[in-house]
């Protein structure tokens, strides 16, 4: 079970079925996007274009969906290679070594950190076959 099933539960993922992945995806980025740069990005270009906030919101919308759908392909493909708990696992990573830098610590630490991603993914990568 990766961390999307232990934040929906089994039993609402069973009941709605296909659309799981959907109404999951919309749901979390909904959620995490909150005062994102990327919103405040969309606010700032609406308050620069006050006459064409469809455009505004064209743009912005095909961007986004672009960058996503770019985003599940890789995932997909890299999902296809590693098991899920070592892309879990190195999200994490990541994630701790960009709030580190963001706190004041040396950007080696970040370089530290996605180099032993690289490193744990090619161990799961050679572990697997």
Known sequence: MGLTGMIVPDALLA?????????????????????DKTQLLTINLAAT??????SVFVGVVGALAL???VDAVIGERVEAVLPTHYIEAGAAVV????????LGAPTVVLYAAIA???L??????????
């Open 15 to 35: 009941r709605i079925g296909r659309y799981g992945g959907l109404l999951t995806g919309f749901l979390f980025v909904l959620f995490a996007e909150f005062g």
């Open 116 to 118: 032993a991603l690289a």
């Open 95 to 102: 994630f701790l070594a960009f709030g580190a830098v963001v």
């Open 67 to 69: 960058r996503t759908g």
């Open 49 to 54: 274009f006050p006459d064409a906030p469809v």
């Open 120 to 129: 744990a993914a090619i161990v799961g990568v050679l572990r697997r076959r």
